[in-house]
């Protein structure tokens, strides 16, 4: 096969994995030496530099042929799709020819398992050793590796990435044994704490004692959203274990897409792109707002509100909570106002030492007044109508006239904003 035909398919089967970003990257340079490349502080794959520039990688797998016959993966053992398979070298020539072309910045390399895990992870390894040792490579590296491979590959793997990943996929062990029975939720975090505990060793390492080797600087995970009947409420707390619990940097999540000739276990439908999108926001303020998952979702609620965002639906189911007093809440009180943001919080408590804030003065700090008026006090504004009925009414999104159409009907596409700035 040709190579551009095995690129054409490798490529394609890699897009389903989300968990790619780099962000946090330890930074590299090449200047006054020997290397080729670099990875800038900004991060690689699907990343933003403060100018909004964004900045790529090589999103492929080493080959999509799989012994695993996960029902969600379209690269499933029992899957008809046409297979290829690159050799090391091949993937070490293109990262190169793709890098000094301008195309990529770095590489994100996964592969179906052949063989068995070790097999698999010693021909991924490869690629990377490649890369850094013969080729003086400088540039981002991110290895999706094998939780049934053994702790002595992963170990090597994070040697030579700069960002290393295993895909939970699922949150519960139930999930995984209905629908990708050879993976288990206890051997996936095994592995998580592995990594979590070498990446530890590296950074409490002594600046005047002797260096550990040189290890990847964090790892991600992606969970499927869609694909078997666990809620949010049940989503997030796998999420939350594996933030506080393996030191995670993300946890990404997939809405589930359905796939060529799929398994009777598979829902027909996607589920809407909005509850992806609540996922991200909720995990947002997991990760910087100080909530927990119990406060997020409740017992009697556990899935997401899809008409409004996490935080101005706890504000609502919270209303006893506020107002908060721009010029005297707390930081932790603050945080929790619909419309606020982190950077406006920190903006707020700077400001208010000089100054009492009014209302005015939020505009300029680019604060949300849709959201925020209802919910804080300021020099000159008081809220009313918090214990209205009809307060709800005023933030959910406006009806939509519907169409008149001939025919069969057209899909409705939703557009969402993704969560970059964290104003929530």
């Known amino acids: 096969m040709e190579l551009d035909r095995k690129l054409e398919i490798l490529a394609d089967a890699a897009k389903y994995d989300a ?39 090589l999103k ?67 690629v990377a050793r490649q890369l850094r ?12 590796t094998i939780p049934e491979a053994s702790p002595a590959l992963i170990e090597l793997a994070g040697r030579y990435a700069d960002r290393i990943s295993l895909n939970i996929e699922l949150p519960s062990q139930q999930s995984l044994a209905r629908l990708a029975p050879e993976k288990s939720l206890d ?24 260096k550990p080797p040189p290890f990847a600087t964090g790892q991600s995970t992606q969970m499927l959203v869609g694909a078997d009947d666990s809620s949010d409420a049940l989503i997030l707390s796998r999420a939350s274990t594996l933030y506080t619990g ?28 909005v509850r992806e999108h609540r996922l991200y926001q909720a995990d947002w303020l997991l990760r910087f707002y100080g909530f927990r998952v ?20 706890w504000a609502l189911r919270n209303r006893t909570a506020f107002p908060v007093d721009v010029n005297r809440g707390s930081r932790e009180e603050l945080l929790r106002v619909p419309g606020l943001g982190v950077r406006n919080v920190e903006r707020i408590l700077q400001a208010r030492r000089y100054t009492r804030l009014r209302l005015a003065d939020l505009l300029r700090l680019r604060v949300s007044m849709k959201k925020a008026l209802a919910f804080l006090v300021a020099a000159d ?12 009414l005023r933030f959910l999104p406006p009806p939509k006239q519907l169409e008149l159409q001939f025919g069969p009907p057209k899909p409705v596409q939703e557009d969402f904003l993704s969560v970059r700035s964290g104003e929530l």
């Open 60 to 126: 492929v797998l080493l080959t999509n042929r799989c012994i695993y016959d996960c029902h969600y993966c379209i690269n499933r053992r029992s899957s008809n799709v046409e297979r290829a398979r690159f050799t090391p070298e091949e993937v070490v020539r293109i990262t190169l020819d793709f890098y000094k072309r301008n195309y990529i910045e770095g590489l994100f390399l996964s592969s179906g398992i052949i063989r068995n895990a070790d097999h698999t992870m010693e021909r991924v390894i490869e």
């Open 246 to 273: 393996y030191g995670l940097r993300r946890v990404y999540y997939s809405g589930f897409s359905p796939i060529p000739e799929p398994s009777q276990l598979l829902p027909l439908t996607a589920p809407p792109l």
């Open 294 to 313: 119990e406060e997020i979702t409740t017992q009697t609620a556990p899935n997401l509100d899809l008409d409004l965002d996490p935080k101005l639906s």
């Open 187 to 210: 051997r996936t975090q095994d592995a998580m704490g592995h990594i979590r505990n070498k990446i530890l060793e590296r950074r409490s390492a002594k600046a005047d004692g002797p």
């Open 133 to 144: 040792e013969d080729h003086q490579f400088r540039g981002y590296i991110h290895l999706k």
């Open 381 to 392: 504004h008081t809220p009313v109508g918090l214990e209205s009925d009809t307060l709800r």
């Open 19 to 57: 968990s790619c970003a780099s962000s946090g990257a330890a930074r590299k340079d090449s200047r006054g030496s020997k290397g080729v490349g670099s990875t800038g502080a900004a991060g690689i794959c699907h990343s933003y530099t403060p100018d909004g520039r964004c900045v790529s990688l």
